[in-house]
């Protein structure tokens, strides 16, 4: 049940005649009372000789009774109450007693006391309500409404539990701004499968991510289309900004305009600018762009792996502040690898984007300056460009996603710490979209491994098992029954061969974060092993690899690798070697 109090108005036949009337699309069928202050109000939507003028008048009378100097400027209070389309359809008199409960808890009407407002709930469509109240007590003093938004939030909780709705989260103030009723009737007019507010917002913070100054943001925003028109002071110092969709356009044919703010709570000009206030992370560049060449979406990701893994620490032990920082840029993190995404993996990762948007706000203060490695991965993102759905690209990929989702997943749990109930829910909807993605783009590079995994020799397995149960000996056993054993076993030789320690560099990438929420552990540690290690993330294009430090030519013939997961009959052989 969602309560949201509207911009008082001046008129109260004004809005009157619209909740009576057929609404702007002809939405509004049988307009209805169902409730009102004293139980005997007339009803112009079923009574004929009910008119609306009349029922203004009584609704504005103790407001005329009092000196005009002492009337409120503005004295129409306007509350919608909306359910949820998987939310049972009220009886009028069930949405009667909603709309007692919310004046009663907003402080329009006092019950006990027999002194409250006049007001009135109409029903014109199944899902909810109306409540119009003018802001004069019948003993003319004005109504104590002091956090009344806040109140009506506290009793739709109470409503939800008992009326059998959805029960929704405790919101915090930080949440983007709905769509309006209006603006979803036009996106369905025009055949937009979203509002133009969704979609600037969407624009907006992919052009933020990992920008660092004015102009680049501004240069993102021209090349997405978007028409922008900015704010300055006299002085010509820029103040603020607003964008249209070049086709979203109002009555008179000109373009519908929205400011930042009115966006998301973190999408003004000041609030972007605190991204980048404390100056870009230094252009170092990574260790692990070796094989890719610097600026590769390929080097981009391992970078962007290599930022997050470090990430996940300062999240779940960090100072308040820091972690908000981190999970902030994380959002950015996101935006940036969805934006370069490949085909296969682009809608989840958009999808998982925008469910985290909710979980990158909270009233927790960003410690801007201390996400730098995180801003400078979501830059490298952008600027190395879209990646190809295979090879390294896809490989570097899916490490990527696979460092993510522990991340986003140490994020839900540090909202959930701090009672943060709506951004919790949503990081944990944009998990099970990165682990969808993560599905994805995995499938052939860890086919690949697992294939090569598969074709090692029953002496080198044999040696690889006994490895793994003296470094993970917690661990081992469920490693050795999950299909991606046998990857992992093509990684441990590729990292002995590459003159890495294997059982100490096992050890170490399992230690250092916590694996209880993956799927795979075998997975997991496949991505953090060749990370560390700085191994291929695509490993189609190296040679078998057959004893431990010696690589053979590569085999004449190609087997067509198959999905990590998935049974085969060869494993059998694999199990005797346990």
Sequence with gaps: MIPRIQKRGQRTIGLLYYLYGPGKFEEHTDPHLVASWDHNAPDPGRDAAATLKQFQQLLDQPVENIDPSQRPKKHVWHLSVRNGGEDRILSDEEWGDVARRMVAAAGIDDPEAGAGCRWAAVRHADDHIHIVATLVREDGYKPDLDNDAVRVQAQARVLEAELGLRRLNKGDGTAAQRPTSAERHKAERQGRARTAREELRETVRRAVAGASSDGEFFDRLSAAGLLIRKRTAPSGDLLGYKVALPDDLNKNGEPVFYPGARLAPDLSLPRIRERWAAGDAPDARRQDAIRTGPGSPASARRGTASAVWQAVLVVEH?????????????????????????????????????????????????????????????????????????????????????????????????????????????????????????????????????????????????????LLREALPELAEQILAEPGWYALASTIAEAEAAGHDPAGLLSDVAARRELGTADSVSDVLVWRMRRTADLAADASHLPETTTAGNRSATRGTTTRPSAPGRRHSGEESSRQIR
């Design 318 to 466: 960090g100072e308040d502040a820091v972690a908000a920082a981190h999970i902030a840029a994380a959002g950015e993190v996101l935006d940036a690898l969805a934006k370069t995404s490949a085909a296969h993996t682009r809608r989840e990762l958009r999808d998982a984007a925008t469910a985290f948007e909710r979980a990158s706000r909270s009233h927790v203060r960003a410690a801007r300056g201390r996400d730098r490695a995180l801003r400078q991965a979501a830059r490298d993102l952008v600027q190395g460009g879209p990646a190809l759905g295979r090879g390294e690209d896809g490989a570097t990929t899916a490490m990527a996603i696979d460092m993510l989702f522990f991340l986003i997943t140490a994020a839900a749990h540090w909202h959930a710490r701090k009672g943060h109930a709506q951004q919790a829910e949503a990081a944990a909807r944009a998990a099970e979209h990165l682990r969808t993605a993560y599905q994805a783009a995995a499938a052939q590079p860890l086919g690949v491994l697992y294939q090569r995994g598969r074709r090692q020799s029953r002496p080198m397995l044999q040696r690889q098992t006994v």
